[in-house]
């Protein structure tokens, strides 16, 4: 089979980016597979150029409703109508057509939660699965960077699936963590795939700051000095909208913010008109960017400092995805490791918090998932949670005797507490070295540098000025106004339709 040729016919390249055609050819030869492919080296192709060749339904498992929906629009603009997104937004009437109708998919995207769902499990039980697919596939290990307690069922689900052949990808896994993701699939052996995680054309620079008021003037500097389209990161949804607002004030009329506390009609926007090029500019908490369509993205610059070396390389790698050059600029400040430090402390449960809302269960004689919506929202308020602390306990408090699991709970958070503590130490001391940066992350993911990069970080004597030098001309975009973002919505909308009709 001339994987080439299918290349073409169905995607219009010449050529497979490094790791592609290694994946593909792994899932052809029926190899459950795990693939590390860095980000914006084409993930979603490894499974989309199988799904022709099995002819049979792929179901990808995403963490994101944005993430779902930009890989299902790709996928109808290249002109691919059988595909389903499955998600709480439909409708009763469209939930029902859609399970009619499940077998007729060639893509089915779905979150973990909704494979929690016995209905579902049993709809997708009487179709042919070709390939399931576990994105972002980091989210099982429990050494992973992001907690997400439903991605532990997914070795559950697929054996209520009869184990169906599996592609789990990520861009960003030490040894230990891909170890735990093929251990937590319950698959027994894992054909895996293993690229490089340098972007060679992504300079890295990290610039130590007085404070907040100079760290605020740095950012407005760099944004008027690189053309071109970038992302500011933060991990506060306040300070990206002050930081926004402050831009705006100061002549910087392209920037907007994005965070998980916004409508979700009004993260779509930001997130089209951003890759329209109609925004040059997007603050935004760390899940903007995965899975955007945009490759000429040419500066990621960090306000706030990410918990982990996997979070702050998947969040640079969103940077110049067109092979191009471009750069990655990390402010800090002394003492800004106590926001991350205590972001990770309220991602799980106190003890005090774990004896509260177990002594609670058990009075009640009730399992988390029998609660009904007022008392589940009473249990956010009495033990003051947070929506990851109570998935959770949803995960953790499946029958009716909380009591039982209770020390259990505990020593799991005080295992993922130390480590998650230990991650930012690492990613502090990288912070501070007087080494090689790029040196530094190879190291953490156990790779050696196969050459040296001129254009490479700060502590290689790189500054702002040598990556200007060499900067691909940025070409402006015109920047449509509309007097409101629901009529600018509207007409996002409306032009993906026409495309999707064409």
């Not at 009869?162 to 990520?170: E, G, I, K, R, V």
Request: aromatic letters at 10%; one cysteine or more.
């Amino acid at each position: 089979m001339n994987l080439n040729s299918v290349l073409k016919e169905k995607f219009g390249f010449d050529n497979f980016r490094p790791g592609q055609q290694e994946v593909i050819q792994s899932l052809l030869e029926g190899n459950h597979t795990l693939a590390m492919l860095p980000t914006g080296s084409g993930k979603s192709l490894c499974y989309q150029l199988p799904a022709y060749l099995f002819n049979k339904t792929v179901i990808i498992v995403s963490p994101l409703l944005s993430l779902m929906q930009d890989q299902a629009d790709q996928l109808k603009m290249r002109g691919e109508k059988s595909v389903l997104t499955l998600n709480s937004f439909l409708n009763p009437y469209q939930k029902k057509q859609a399970f009619e109708r499940l077998h007729t998919y060639r893509f089915i995207f779905l979150s973990p939660e909704m494979l929690g769902l016995d209905n579902v499990i049993q709809s997708l039980k009487a179709i042919d699965i070709g390939l399931f697919v576990i994105d972002e596939a980091h989210c099982i290990s429990q050494w992973g960077y992001d907690f997400r307690p439903d991605y532990l069922n997914l070795g559950e689900v697929r054996q209520k699936l009869n184990n169906p052949l599996t592609l789990a990808l990520t861009a960003t896994a030490t040894k230990e963590v891909r170890q735990d993701i093929i251990g937590k699939l319950n698959i027994t052996y894992a054909k895996e795939v293993i690229s490089s995680v340098d972007r060679e054309n992504i300079s890295i620079l990290v610039e130590n700051l007085a404070d907040y008021q100079e760290k605020l003037f740095r950012v407005l500097s760099l944004v008027r000095e690189f053309p071109g389209s970038g992302i500011v990161y933060f991990s506060s949804k306040k300070v990206a909208e002050s930081v926004t607002e402050f831009l705006q004030d100061n002549g910087v009329s392209s920037v907007n913010y994005y965070h998980g506390g916004m409508e979700q009609e009004q993260r779509l926007l930001i997130q089209q008109q951003f890759i329209l090029g109609q925004l040059k500019i997007i603050c935004a908490t760390s899940a903007f960017g995965m899975g955007v369509n945009k490759a000429d993205v040419r500066f990621v610059i960090h306000f706030h400092m990410p918990s982990t070396m996997e979070s702050y390389l998947q969040e640079i790698g969103r940077a110049g995805r067109d092979q191009k050059q471009s750069v990655a600029v990390l402010l800090y400040c002394e003492g800004d490791e106590g926001l991350p430090l205590h972001l990770l402390e309220q991602q799980l449960p106190t003890d005090s918090q774990i004896e509260a809302v177990c002594s609670y269960l058990n009075e009640v004689k009730r399992s988390v998932g029998d609660l009904t919506l007022s008392e589940k929202e009473q249990l956010f308020q009495r033990f003051s949670l947070t929506d990851i602390q109570f998935r959770f306990f949803t995960q953790f408090l499946k029958d009716n005797n909380p009591l039982f699991h209770m020390d259990a709970m505990k020593a799991y958070c005080q295992t993922r507490k130390i480590q998650n503590q230990a991650k930012l130490g690492v990613f502090l001391n990288w912070l501070h070295t007087k080494l090689c940066r790029r040196l530094g992350i190879l190291h953490y993911f156990e790779e050696e540098q196969q050459k040296v990069n001129p254009i490479c970080c700060d502590c290689c004597g790189i500054g702002v000025k040598n990556i200007l030098d060499v900067w691909p001309a940025v070409r402006e975009q015109q920047v449509n106004t509309y007097s409101t973002w629901k009529e600018e919505l509207a007409f996002v909308l409306l032009d993906r339709d026409i495309k999707d009709e064409k």
